[in-house]
């Protein structure tokens, strides 16, 4: 069993800023990739940034330039910095992990979600 838990959501005035962490837990044996996901009312969930073990981020055209990802391997953990937020940021983001469990099975998890609001 893998569990992640994400944190660092709340409300935040347009231009504003937010960090989120997710960590992970559990039968891990190695974590691939780990990234972030949002989904606003009435949309589809949508990717927004991820990073390699190694480090290397990607990052969808609308975080480009505000937004940050970075991880602690030792710690199994992601964040996502954002900066400059916007009012159309406002969603409930998602963070999942590619994850080798100890009994050396792939799987993807995801967390259970943490609202992010961008409002005055």
């Known amino acids: 069993q893998v569990q992640l838990v994400e944190s660092g959501g709340g409300l935040v005035q347009p231009g504003g800023s937010l960090r989120l962490s997710c960590a992970a837990s559990?039968?891990?044996?190695?974590?691939?990739?780990m990234g972030w996901y949002r989904q606003a009312p009435g949309k589809q969930r949508e990717w927004v940034a991820d990073i390699t073990p190694g480090g290397s981020p990607n990052y969808a055209d609308e975080a480009k330039g505000r937004f940050t990802v970075s991880r602690d391997n030792a710690k199994n953990t992601v964040y996502l910095q954002m900066n400059s937020l916007k009012p159309e940021d406002t969603a409930v983001y998602y963070c999942n992990a590619d994850v080798r469990t100890a009994a050396f099975r792939w799987g993807l998890y995801w967390g259970q979600g943490t609202q992010v609001t961008v409002s005055s």
């Open positions: 559990g039968n891990i044996f190695s974590i691939n990739a």
